[in-house]
């Protein structure tokens, strides 16, 4: 199977699932124990059927069951096959072909083998160095198909004859007593590494690989050979067994584990056909600056369980994160002391905040510190040793700049609360996604500074206006007309379209028009902090999370996604920020997500979505999108993410709500209608994968 096929697969594959059918279950020897200990990404599905059933029980189930969506879903389920086919290429079976035999737990796993000293690069004709090839990334699917053993032996035997049609040249091994069949597959034309396609059948488990040491060892696993495995590693154990705690006895029907540099690193590999990547590389500047220390994420996921359609707690595992003396004692280092987010505090939104936001979140993170540590990657990532502290000294004392200091004249007059609100402007399109950041200030003194520290640096700048709404001061980079940015000014990096001091918060937001609805007295019935979705979901927080929250998340889904959903009926790509849209994004256009993908099959093919033109209108898919909530928790060992999305059935809020999400009831008198946003207002233009992607690191 082809590596570069499985690498994001983990975000996918719940999605997969819904192509596949099974009716029994019969346990196997757990798959953690049966996977090597380099293993860097992993998922399983408990049992199949199970899956199946409570997820098509969802909304989401109920919504891509509808007649109307049948394009939209035909359409990724053709994608998913072309980019994410784990099986298809190599082994010639589609995920139909092997949802007919599985019956129990399906597994996916990312490993990594280790990796040989690299020889030095060849120097070649026409003075072309090449680079040396190291390990790429292995991909394995292990599948229990007991009680369907002949079929899954009927499907090998077609695969077989699939393969040596296609010139593959077969063979066989024996390993512990386990019948190994390998497949050499022709070698392709500027190909780095030969190509296999390998699978056994023992004991009513089917596994296939692509590379013949990592499935020997599962052979050796099964048939009780010990030797180190997933469920040795220590970032795996403490994740799961983190999660386990949160669950209180509820038995999760996916899990996924990752190490994120490990995993990172085996996609770079795959993605490059396992050639040494040329440039400046983020993942060993990351790791030098501390971030290592993250050894491992992963979670559990439920579908239909109680008033939850989904319900999903995720561990961040990183021991020492937070010290028992503060972050002074933590056992991160440089840069990576940055990720310092106290517990407690008030996390309600404000009472300016109207309640026809599309979500809000609110985060207590230590400004100062960032500042004060974030300056060696900083200088890292540009080359030049001191060049942060450089930048704010010329701030500081050069006679011709705006001479302030930003230490004291900013972060240290914040509280620490960080809050973002998006917004959506009407009429929906690729311009609508409107964001506002807050900061507090700690008081009204340290807002005073604050707003004088803005004035000497909009002073200093002239692309930057001075305007007053209703007694408060906005600020407003000028639009060139030389420039395709809609965006032309920035603030530390952010983006901004509007800017001002007000009501206690430094404001920053992507234009004007959202910026003075921040600004406007509400009574409290227009409040987002009243609505009774909001007060539902954080009785739902209050409820899972363990301990005083370090942040809080509340999304309103019908209406966050309104304007992506509308692009797909143009035919239009989805270019929203939120993760659901960038994996949809990634799957019509993948170099914009992954780099030029020169020797993957059929992956510049789709720049447009096709066969989803006929979708119903968003009013009829809106009831089906009911709000969700999310809170972290700051632990001594990592963070602790517990979220979740209502269920229809709820008693509390999921059908009251419904009839709100009805047209002409909700609707109408909770999202924006504001016509005066410039262009139906600015879109940010410098999101985190957007950033990566216009720096080319790799």
Same mark, same amino acid.
């Given at each position: ?61 109920r ?40 019956t129990?737990?399906? %597994?996916? &796993?990312?490993? #990594?083998?280790?990796?040989k000293? $690299? @020889? *030095?690069?060849? =120097?070649? !004709?026409?003075? /072309? ?44 091994? %024996?390993? &512990?007593?386990? #019948?190994?069949?390998?497949?050499? $597959? @022709? *070698?392709?034309? =500027?190909? !780095?590494?030969? /190509? ?11 596994v ?15 048939t ?130 109207p ?9 207590n ?36 700049g ?72 906005i ?6 007309e ?32 959202f ?59 989805p ?10 994004r990634?799957?019509f ?75 002409g ?12 946003a ?21």
């Open positions: 199977m082809s590596s570069i096929k499985g690498h994001t697969a983990f975000g996918a594959v719940a999605l997969v699932l819904v192509a596949l059918g099974a009716t029994a279950f019969a346990a196997q020897p757990a798959s953690e124990v049966l996977l090597p200990a380099t293993t860097k990404g992993y998922v399983s599905v408990a049992n199949v059927p199970e899956l199946i059933e409570s997820f098509n029980a969802t909304q989401w189930g919504l891509l069951s509808d007649p109307q969506m049948k394009p939209l879903f035909e359409n990724w389920q053709r994608l998913m096959r072309e980019r994410f086919g784990v099986t298809g290429e190599e082994l010639g079976v589609s995920w139909e072909e092997l949802g007919a035999v599985v129990g737990e399906l %597994t996916m &796993a990312v490993i #990594q083998p280790k990796p000293p $690299l @020889p *030095k690069p060849k =120097r070649v !004709a026409r003075r /072309r160095t090449v680079l040396p090839v190291s390990p790429q990334a292995v991909i394995v699917l292990m599948a229990d198909v007991t009680g369907r053993t002949e079929k899954a032996k009927t499907l090998l035997r077609k695969i077989d004859a699939d393969l040596i049609k296609r010139g593959a040249k077969k063979r066989q091994r %024996t390993v &512990a007593g386990v #019948q190994i069949t390998v497949f050499d $597959l @022709p *070698k392709e034309r =500027r190909k !780095a590494t030969q /190509r296999h396609a390998i699978y056994f059948l023992k004991n009513d488990l089917l296939a690989c692509d590379n013949e040491p990592v499935i020997g060892g599962i052979a050796e696993r099964l009780g050979k010990k030797s180190p495995s997933l469920a040795d590693v220590d970032a795996y154990r403490m994740v799961t067994k983190r999660c386990k705690l949160a669950a209180a006895g509820l038995q999760p029907q996916l899990r996924w584990f990752m190490k994120p540099f490990g995993y990172i690193a085996s996609v770079q590999s795959a993605a490059n056909d396992g050639r040494r990547i040329r440039g400046k590389k983020m993942l060993p500047i990351l790791q030098a600056q501390g971030f290592g220390a993250i050894e491992g994420l992963g979670g559990f996921v439920n579908f239909r369980t109680g008033r939850y359609d989904v319900l999903h707690r995720t561990f961040v595992y990183a021991p020492g994160a937070a010290g028992k003396a503060g972050p002074a004692k933590t056992r991160l280092r440089l840069a990576a002391r940055m990720l310092t987010f106290p517990s407690g505090g008030d996390l309600e939104p404000q009472p300016f905040v309640r026809s936001v599309s979500s809000y979140d609110s985060i993170f230590d400004l100062k510190n960032a500042f004060n540590t974030i300056g060696t990657l900083v200088d890292a990532l540009i080359g030049e040793p001191g060049i942060w502290d450089e930048i704010f000294e010329g701030l500081k004392f050069d006679p011709d705006p001479k302030v200091d930003f230490e004291k004249e900013l972060f240290d007059q914040f509280s620490g609360r960080v809050s973002i609100v998006t917004g959506n402007s009407n009429p929906p399109g690729a311009k609508s996604e409107r964001v506002m950041m807050m900061l507090e200030a700690k008081d009204k003194q340290a807002e005073t500074i604050l707003k004088q520290f803005v004035e000497k640096m909009a002073k200093s700048n002239d692309e930057i206006n001075k305007r007053t709404y209703k007694g408060h001061v600020w407003e980079p000028t639009t060139r030389d420039s395709d940015e809609e965006n032309n000014d920035t603030f530390l990096g952010i983006p901004f379209g509007a800017m001002a001091v007000a009501n206690g918060q430094f404001m920053m937001a992507t234009d004007v028009a910026l003075k609805e921040f600004l406007n007295v509400l009574p409290p019935e227009d409040q987002l902090r009243g609505t009774a979705e909001y007060r539902t979901i954080q009785a739902c927080l209050a409820e899972l999370a363990d301990g005083q929250p370090s942040g809080t998340f509340f999304t309103r889904t019908d209406q966050i996604d309104h304007h992506g959903y509308e692009l797909l009926r143009k035919g239009q790509t270019t929203t920020e939120r993760m659901p849209w960038q994996l949809l990634g799957l256009e993948p170099d914009w997500l992954f780099g030029p993908q020169k020797n993957a099959r059929s992956l510049g093919r789709d720049r447009q979505p096709r066969g989803v033109g006929n979708l119903p209108p968003y009013d009829q898919v809106r009831p089906y999108l009911l709000p969700a909530g999310l809170a972290m928790t700051s632990e001594s060992d990592g963070w602790m993410f517990t979220g979740f999305t209502i269920g229809e059935d709820d008693g509390d809020c999921g059908r009251h709500l419904r009839r709100m999400l009805r047209p009831i909700f609707f109408r008198s909770t999202t924006c209608n504001r016509r005066d410039p262009n139906g207002g600015l879109a940010p233009k410098r999101g985190f994968l957007q950033t990566l992607h216009r720096m080319r690191i790799r």
